[in-house]
């Protein structure tokens, strides 16, 4: 196990996910197929974490067993010191395309999982709405949102349990340029105010530069954590400023130079 992917145990912050020695085979016709292989990983509560890779590396697999949906696999993977065997609300989870429920209403679809159902808890349906600025359209249905708000929506939906990590699946990737710049800037300040554990699979090296506190960046299949790389950068972040552009440099190095060979010479 590669120690340095591993919390100092002298440093002060609790580890909410502690991922040991994971892997994941699917048979695919038979054919057993690697897709991740020996991940080692804890992410500390309250931190945001990125993951960049290449098509195909393992992120969505990864997550879907953080996110408890894929129970089949090698290794350990532990929230709070427990081993994760089930989905559960103590996990919220964003995919590309918003999967709202197209016969509710916004507020419906955010409430639709609360755990305590015959609580009242419009108050809580309320700050979610406030925090994800759809407040008007409350009494909206999905087919009346953009894809903005319905991500937003989705973003709301997933943290109505006060989940304890938010698990986010390139959640901007199908929206254009714009929207998804105000939506990472948004995403921040619900970070911020609430500092849910998250993790976000992203395509978008600079969306994990301006959002994440560490990028991990995977190696093509099967996935291995390839690099680590802090973001030691305040927020807000500026794409433009000298460090977050040396920042990416490094990452796209990272993520575009193949791995070493040895090449032979015959003479
Ligand atoms: N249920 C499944 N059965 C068989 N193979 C699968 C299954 N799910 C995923 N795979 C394969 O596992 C590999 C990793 O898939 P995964 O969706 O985790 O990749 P990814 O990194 O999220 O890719 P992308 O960036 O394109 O979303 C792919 O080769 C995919 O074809
Ligand atoms: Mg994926």
Redesign the pocket.
Known sequence: MNEQYLANPKEKQSVKLSIKSLSKT???KGVE?S??SDINLEIYEGEFVAIV????????????IVSGFIQDYVGKAQINGSDIHAPGRDRGFVF?ESRLFPWLTVEENISFGRKNKHEKNSKKIDELLTLVGLTNFSRAYPQQLSGGMAQRCAIARALINHPEILLL??PFGALDAMTKVTLQEELLKIHEKDKTTTIL?T?DIEEAIFLADRVIV?TP?P?KIHKIIPVHLYHPRNRNESAFVEIRKHIYNEFFTPPKQEIEYSI
Do not use: A, N
Not at 53 to 64: A, E, I, N, Q, V
């Open positions: 699917y048979q695919v197929i897709v991740l890779g290449g098509s195909g590396c393992g992120k969505s697999t990864f997550l879907r590309q699946d390139e699979v395509h995977m299949r996935g």
